[in-house]
């Protein structure tokens, strides 16, 4: 039933075996919020939007909580509100749902299916007993029928005599007959196939002993027989009994068996409309989710193209970052360059980590080290120092070498050459004791003093200018907290 398809997605306090539900706190289905996900839309109450609850179907298609009018079919065309668009109360599959659970109108506080009901009187209703006058003891409904000599209580259910065990007080009796119509109309369709199943055997058995009060002739010479069921209730069963002799029972039976495959095909017509709406309804659901999902791909699409757009930028935005790092680092050289240069001719090399980049030059790692570049003057020669702290040439391993380096400058083009000035080279004693002193003046015929053509020319200068012994010996501080200082004088004059 829909109540199944609806409980599929969410379960109501109705649902917990022995309890009551509570039908006014969601009178009009459930929050969709009492969901985990959000629910298909086939779940929902096509006029509230709600969660469906004690779902009703109509006659179009269409999935309603209570109300019977079809608010769909009013929204979509007015036109087609017919009688065909409302619920009739005999189509109601909940209050028939043989699969239905439904209170046991004893108070005994079980929920059972329908079909099951009977079952559950006659044998696990803990309520439904009677106490026999003549053994005095309360039985079941069975014992109490088994009992030798049961006593006839006056007060019992009108259809005790098709099966229904029921008794009570006159109040109970009323309230069980109004809430066990399910029950009492399934003890009367078994009562009604018994009779059926009986009465072509006993008609011919009576031949034609039936009362004419009980009976009616038609225009074919059959008679209708009606059948008198307890409490009041008149069942015409459409049974043709022949009234003259060498009528055949089997004519009959065969009548009757038209009328109820007419009846049968009649309401699978019914049902093959029915069904037919509910398959209009979910092909224009079909329709819907296509034309969602067609919507879908195009903004998907839309999407790709707007995220392929914004890659290209972001690695165009990349390349501009990558260019605004290079400029931002050769600013940041030129910013130390700018902080360390001298322009006076004087120069202060500080040289860190002195033990690591010694292991260095030993290793080959890195055979030397270059200092900032600094001037002779503002527009002067552009010159630098390079050490080797392990030596080099006729110091290699013995000595520090200490060298001097003329550099293409910007204002070469105006200034003498080749280079003349007197350098004197320093290692200071961080003591201010003993420092190590060498001086040279350059050979103006060496290529180290030239006007260079290319950034630097060749070094010269001291390649023995202080022992490695001296150096690392813990008597001199050239060397503290792994830190020493070089300056290099150019006479200007």
């Not at 004690?54 to 979509?76: D, F, P, S, V, Y």
């Not at 209170?103 to 026999?132: I, Y």
């Not at 409904?141 to 007060?155: A, G, H, R, W």
Request: aromatic share 6%.
């Amino acid at each position: 039933s829909l109540l199944q398809m609806a409980e599929k997605t969410t379960r109501g306090p109705q649902d917990i075996p022995g309890s009551s539900p509570d039908e006014n706190e969601f009178p009009f289905g459930y929050p969709t919020n009492i969901c985990e996900d959000v629910p298909d839309q086939k779940y929902l109450c096509s006029n509230c939007n709600n969660v469906l609850k004690k779902a009703l179907q109509t006659l179009c298609g269409h999935r309603n909580n209570k109300n019977a009018i079809c608010q769909k079919c009013k929204e979509e065309d007015s036109s087609t509100l017919s009688e065909g668009s409302l619920l009739a109360e005999e189509r109601e599959h909940q209050s028939l749902c043989e699969y239905a659970l439904i209170p046991c109108h004893t108070g005994c506080g079980h929920m059972v299916m329908r079909k099951k009901l009977a079952d559950h009187l006659e044998n696990g209703c803990v309520n439904n007993v009677t106490m026999c006058q003549k053994c005095k003891r309360s039985l079941s409904s069975s014992e109490y029928q088994n009992c030798s000599t049961p006593l006839i209580n006056k007060d019992r259910c009108c259809f005790s005599e098709v099966g229904c065990s029921f008794r009570g007080s006159k109040e109970k009796i009323k309230d069980h007959e109004k809430t066990a119509v399910g029950a009492h109309m399934l003890l009367l369709l078994q009562h009604i196939k018994q009779l059926e199943a009986s009465l072509c055997p006993a008609a011919k058995a009576a031949n034609g002993s039936i009362p004419q009060s009980e009976l009616k002739v038609n225009g074919a010479g059959k008679c209708i027989s009606y059948l008198q069921i307890p409490g009041g209730l008149e069942v015409n069963g459409d049974l043709e009994v022949d009234c003259f002799p060498g009528s055949s029972v089997s004519e009959d039976k065969s009548v009757l068996q038209q009328l109820v495959r007419e009846k049968v095909i009649s309401e699978l017509e019914n049902k093959l409309h029915v069904f037919e709406n509910i398959v209009a309804v979910l092909n224009k659901e079909v329709e819907t989710s296509n034309l969602e999902i067609t919507a879908f791909r195009r903004q998907s699409e839309l999407d790709q193209n707007i995220i392929r757009g914004l890659e290209l930028k972001i690695a165009e935005l990349h390349r501009s970052l990558m260019q605004k790092d290079a400029g931002l680092s050769s600013l940041h050289k030129s910013l130390l360059f700018s902080e360390q240069a001298s322009y006076d001719g004087v120069f202060l090399w500080k040289i860190t980590d002195v033990g690591r980049k010694l292991q260095d030059s030993v290793t080959g790692r890195t055979v030397s080290l270059y200092s900032p570049a600094f001037y002779t003057a503002k527009y002067g020669y552009k010159v630098c120092l390079r050490v080797y702290l392990n030596g080099d040439g006729t110091g290699k391993g013995t000595h520090v070498s200490l060298f001097f380096v003329v550099m293409r400058g910007d204002y070469d083009a105006l200034l003498p050459w080749p280079f003349r000035h007197k350098v004197t080279f320093m290692l200071l004693d961080q003591n201010n004791r003993e420092h190590i002193i060498d001086a040279f003046r350059p050979d103006l015929t060496s290529a180290s003093f030239q006007r260079p053509v290319n950034d630097m020319n060749v070094a010269s200068g001291c390649p023995m200018f202080l022992p490695l012994s001296k150096l690392q010996s813990p008597k001199y501080a050239y060397v503290k907290e792994d830190t020493l200082f070089l300056k290099c004088i150019i006479e200007t004059n």
